[in-house]
């Protein structure tokens, strides 16, 4: 629960620097949003999109920890170490939502200064820079879909490695593991396939593109905590 308390407040803060601009856009025809405004939006929604991609990864530790090593449980995840894995979980990305700023700062943008999206995410803001976004491009899909795929890629592995373990279990003892971790392996497939799909593409605005992005910055946030809810 503690870092299912993380969790559920990088989520809360995820949509809500979304949701509230957008319901606001939709009720008004013409809709402007100051530079500092979408730099804000943009630094949020990297800070805790990537908080919630390192909460799933130590939630998955936890889970490779209290299945596989049950006596050793309490000596490896003491309240210390859960805190400052936590620590190093917001200062990482802080890190990341801090490169993403320094690139869309390092943008020059010579009008008209329209945006094809419903929020400020940097896709969308190359495409209004007056040079060669080639190599910033690339710069972003090296960060952000590595991150993305790199730790879907780890999540699964630890529960390949999770399920192998449980052959010498009994039959009620792997309902119970499975029991324990399908919450967190639902949450992981509908967070991270759309942002993979996202960030593996050029940065050409898609109509696909925004619906799908809607998918994983509301609809997401707003199925976690039924998930979790009904597994509690």
Known sequence: YFFLFHFSLSDTC????????????????????SFSECIAQVFSFHFFGCLEIFILMLMALYHYVAICKPLHYMAIMSQRVCGALVAVAWVG???????????????????????DHYLCALQPLLQLACIDTYMINLFLVSNSATIYTVSFVMLMLSYIIVWHSLRN????????????????????????????????????????????????????????????????
């Open 14 to 33: 995820f949509s809500t620097s979304i949701a509230p601009r957008m319901i606001v856009d939709a009720l008004f025809k013409n809709t402007t949003v």
């Open 93 to 115: 990305s802080c890190v990341h939502s801090l490169a993403q700023i320094f690139l869309a700062l390092s943008l020059p943008f010579c009008g008209p200064n329209v945006i």
């Open 169 to 232: 279990h009994t039959a009620e003892g792997r309902r119970k593991a499975l029991s324990t971790c399908i919450s967190h392996i639902i949450v992981v497939i509908l967070f991270f396939g759309p942002c993979i799909f996202i960030y593996t593409w050029p940065a050409t605005t898609f109509s696909m593109d925004k619906m799908i992005a809607v998918f994983y910055t509301l609809g997401t946030p707003l199925l976690n905590p039924i998930i979790y809810s009904l597994r509690n």
